[in-house]
Nanobody
């Protein structure tokens, strides 16, 4: 069983930066891990994923070049570095983890979710 706890959200002005953290308990060494976000009134969307064994990453078009996903094996933690933030990046950000079931982490079904951390860009 894996538990995930996000932190690092907050309110920033457009153009600013935030770093989200996701502390994991339980082994995620063979998992896909991902950041999702959900804005009010919209569906949850995948922002970025990483396949831990290969470190292959994926970014949604809307964040590519501005966000960076990374993993610290020693800390069993996942990060999302967010730069050049835009108002449309506002939302609740969730960390997720699961074994890879399909060919790509971005199409995976995720078993474990954190409680979310709010990001507001104005």
């Amino acid at each position: 069983h894996v538990q995930l706890v996000e932190s690092g959200g907050g309110s920033v002005q457009a153009g600013g930066s935030l770093r989200l953290s996701c502390a994991a308990s339980g082994s995620t060494d063979r998992y896909c891990m991902a950041w999702f976000r959900q804005a009010p009134g919209l569906e949850r969307e995948v922002v970025s994923t990483i396949y831990i064994p290969t470190r292959i990453t994926y970014y949604a078009d809307s964040v590519r070049g501005r966000f960076t996903i990374s993993r610290d094996n020693a800390q069993n933690a996942l990060y999302l570095e967010m730069n050049s933030l835009k108002p449309e990046d506002t939302g609740m950000y969730y960390c997720a983890a699961a074994p890879l079931r399909s060919g790509r982490c971005r199409a995976n079904v995720y078993d474990y979710w954190g409680q979310g951390t709010q990001v507001t860009v104005s």
